[in-house]
């Protein structure tokens, strides 16, 4: 009697088909994102096997001719490497400052809500102000740091953080770092809350210490949003271009050149916009092993 | 197990101790993330207020006003910049970004974790896919759509190519930028933090329930 009635509701109400309401709900974002992210993407991957340039509507097919291209050459080669390199130090970096972070975050004391508000503060400002006031603070003559380091009687005159090759490479690195802590941290304090008080409880009750505690219970139960943090934190240093772009523009001599300045550069500053796409391109391989991971990842933990 | 007063006493002492000097590791490590957290914004908030004269001499200490402290560059970058049209312009756009970005994600979000939920599960994942595809492989197609549209000379160089070139142009432009980088981020901070906790209980809600 009761199934009867429901399915003759069923069929009565189009919208109480879970099928015919769960497709109409969905349809408005799939087609914001084919028409967004979709469209541009097959675009995307057309121009690379295309000669397309800013400036001519011409428009032929040339294979892989752009591929072997920008494999030719150095500058390519050298943000491939420095897109890893950028990537992998500083995501080492935010995992070890993030866990310590998240503690902070979560523990009960006087001033937390002014630590933080401060802590945070990296994260909310728009990275391109935020990595501003780091040109301004990594300046060649008057770079506070500079004027400290002078003051300890460590250096004679300047460091020319963003002019030296080296120096430039580590200013990248540690304004990523900067920059995604404060996230890692805030995904990370959510799984510190996940974890269950008896088990914390259990340990103290048997004897643990501060450090047992964190390698042995702590980070082990963390360690998949850990990973959730870090695939965050690398695409997030992967795809970014301002940092590198407000800081260096790619120099001194394109050593900070990274994959995504190197494709606006080529691109749409220098026109060759088939180039800059498959420079851009390039990304996508080692992009879609991270989404491998997080399909992994995604069943252990339920973040998503 | 002979376990007098004195040793329980000495147990007891020593519990104190550890506490206290854990209560000092806490406060140490927090202070440090904060100033380090905060290390560009105490420092642009001060130089916002430093005369030029005051900041363009390399022996002067940087974390002092070795000169009055002056309003010259909020003076510039409200009366002589386009500061509050891009304010506008930010919060219109932002405004419209988040109205836009409800009307369609909350009845996605809904018909994948109420309704379908086999086939809603991999959807939601390719959803997230979204996020990987870097920028830049976007906005080079879009180069090509705006040409198409005859727009490359107003959107564009106002888009991109403008703020770019402000931001390496004038000097004196520096401090006003600083300024407005603290007005810009400060707010924001303030709500984020009220809504962190919020924020983190959704956010571990998913993560109990499995």
Redesign the interface.
């Known amino acids: 009697m009761a199934t009867e009635v429901i399915t003759s509701r069923r069929r009565r109400y189009l919208f109480d088909n879970e099928r015919v309401l769960g497709s109409l709900l969905m349809t408005p974002a799939v087609i914001y994102i084919v028409a967004l992210v979709g469209f541009p993407f097959v675009l995307a991957i057309v121009f690379a096997l295309s000669d397309v340039t800013t400036g001519s509507r011409g428009f032929s097919y040339v294979g892989l001719d752009n591929f072997v291209r920008i494999l030719d050459d150095p500058v390519f080669l050298r943000s491939l490497k420095n897109t890893f390199v950028f990537a992998a130090i500083s995501n080492v970096l935010v995992v070890v400052l993030a866990t310590a972070l998240a503690e902070i975050l979560v523990a009960d004391f006087k001033g937390k809500w002014v630590v933080r508000f401060f802590v945070l503060l990296p994260w909310t400002t728009p990275i391109s102000l935020a990595t501003i006031m780091w040109l301004w603070t990594l300046d060649s003559l008057f770079s506070p740091i500079d004027w400290v380091l002078r003051w300890l009687g460590l250096i004679e005159s300047n460091s020319y953080f963003l002019g030296k090759p080296g120096l430039a490479m580590a200013s990248v690195v540690i304004v990523h770092t900067w920059r995604i802590v404060p996230l890692a941290a805030v995904i990370m304090m959510a799984g510190l809350a996940a974890i269950p008080h008896e088990i914390n409880d259990a340990a103290r009750v048997d004897g643990a210490g501060f450090w047992r505690k964190r390698f042995e219970i702590t980070i082990p139960l963390l360690a998949p949003i850990i990973a959730v943090a870090v695939l965050f934190g690398v695409i997030l240093t992967i795809t970014d271009m301002s940092v590198v772009w407000v800081l260096t523009r790619g120099g001194p001599t394109n050593t900070t050149q990274v994959l995504a300045t190197w494709s606006f550069l080529k691109g749409i500053e220098g026109g060759a916009l088939s180039q800059g796409a498959a420079i851009a391109l390039f990304l996508l391989p080692v992009l879609v092993a991270l989404t491998a991971l997080i399909l992994r990842l995604a069943r252990r933990v339920e973040v998503f | 197990m002979a376990t007098t007063v004195r040793d329980l006493k000495a147990e007891r002492t020593r519990a104190v101790r550890r506490r206290r000097l ?2 000092i590791g ?2 140490a ?3 440090t ?9 105490i ?2 908030s001060l ?1 916002a207020f430093k005369q030029n004269k005051d ?2 001499v ?1 022996s002067n ?3 002092l006003f070795n000169l009055a402290p002056t309003l010259d560059h909020f003076r510039f970058l409200f009366n002589d910049t386009n500061f509050l049209t891009f304010v506008r312009n930010t919060m219109v756009v932002g405004l419209a970004v988040v109205v836009i970005t409800l ?3 909350l ?2 979000a ?3 974790a109420r ?2 939920r086999k086939w ?1 599960e991999r ?3 390719g ?19 705006i ?1 198409f549209l005859g727009l490359q000379e107003s959107l564009w160089s106002l888009i ?1 190519v403008y ?2 070139e402000l ?1 390496r142009g004038d000097v004196f432009f ?1 401090q006003s ?2 300024a ?2 603290i007005v ?2 400060v707010p ?3 709500v ?2 009220l809504f ?1 906790d919020k ?3 959704g ?2 809600m ?5």
Do not use: C, E
């Open positions: 854990g209560r806490l406060y490590v927090a202070i993330a904060a100033l380090l957290g905060a290390f560009p914004f420092w642009s130089t900041l363009y390399k200490n940087p974390f009307l369609i994600s009845p996605a809904y018909s994948l309704l379908a809603g959807l939601g994942i959803i997230f896919l979204v996020y990987l595809i870097p920028s830049t492989l976007l906005f080079i197609p879009m180069q090509r759509v040409v991109l703020p770019t931001i520096w930028l600083q407005a980088a810009v981020a924001i901070a303030l984020f933090n962190l924020f983190v209980s956010f571990t998913g993560a109990v329930k499995g």
